[in-house]
T-cell receptor, first 114, second 109 residues
């Protein structure tokens, strides 16, 4: 069974640009969540999608957005990049959205903003 | 507002000894708790979980203890092995997962 796949793995952008990250969940998983990991801040929840609908959203500015497609693949977009957006962005999928199942993480997309 | 806290950023333990990683939470509504392990350049992987109706769950060398009155969670690794060296995240959930900031464990051979 293929795991969670995130692309690209690494990318470098400059301030003011925008970026789109992609996540393909495990087959059969309908919930996709996005997290930002920075040193000292742990995993900060960005948003969760289930059946193409945003179910929960973390405390991030509107520059961070996402969507989910009918095949459960998800994308997140960050517009007007700032230096502080440099982080590892992790996607996780789960079978459902009950909060009692296991989250399966991808390897992450490491974004560097110069 | 950090609802799940891991106050020790790092921990070093000798091989064969016990590793104890701690986690505190603030929301008494959390009903499910998990530990994840993360190696560099990899995504976190699930280690062990516990429901709020239990106070202990064991899986091989790993045991998680839950003290609801203290809102405290701990992970015990016995015996510790060099391959256990990684960053450990605790997480709590009530409809949504909240993660701690992580504890970097180093097991010294």
């Amino acid at each position: 069974k293929a795991g969670v796949t995130q692309t690209p793995r690494y990318l470098i952008k400059t301030r003011g640009q925008q970026v789109t990250l992609s996540c393909s969940p495990i087959s059969g998983h309908r919930s996709v969540s996005w997290y930002q990991q920075t040193p000292g801040q742990g995993l900060q929840f960005l948003f969760e999608y289930f059946s193409e609908t945003q179910r929960n959203k973390g405390n991030f500015p509107g520059r961070f957005s996402g969507r989910q497609f009918s095949n459960s693949r998800s994308e997140m977009n960050v517009s007007t990049l700032e230096l502080g957006d440099s982080a590892l962005y992790l996607c996780a999928s789960s079978v459902d959205t009950s909060g009692t199942g296991e989250l399966f993480f991808g390897e992450g997309s490491r974004l560097t903003v110069l | 507002d950090q609802q799940v806290k891991q106050n020790s950023p790092s921990l070093s333990v000798q091989e064969g000894r016990i590793s104890i990683l701690n986690c505190d939470y603030t929301n008494s509504m959390f009903d499910y708790f998990l530990w994840y392990k993360k190696y560099p350049a990899e995504g976190p992987t699930f280690l062990i979980s516990i429901s709020s109706i239990k106070d202990k769950n064991e899986d091989g060398r790993f045991t998680v203890f839950l003290n609801k009155s203290a809102k405290h969670l701990s992970l015990h690794i016995v015996p510790s092995q060099p391959g256990d060296s990684a960053v450990y995240f605790c997480a709590a959930s009530k409809d949504q997962f909240y993660f701690g900031t992580g504890t970097s464990l180093t097991v010294i051979p």
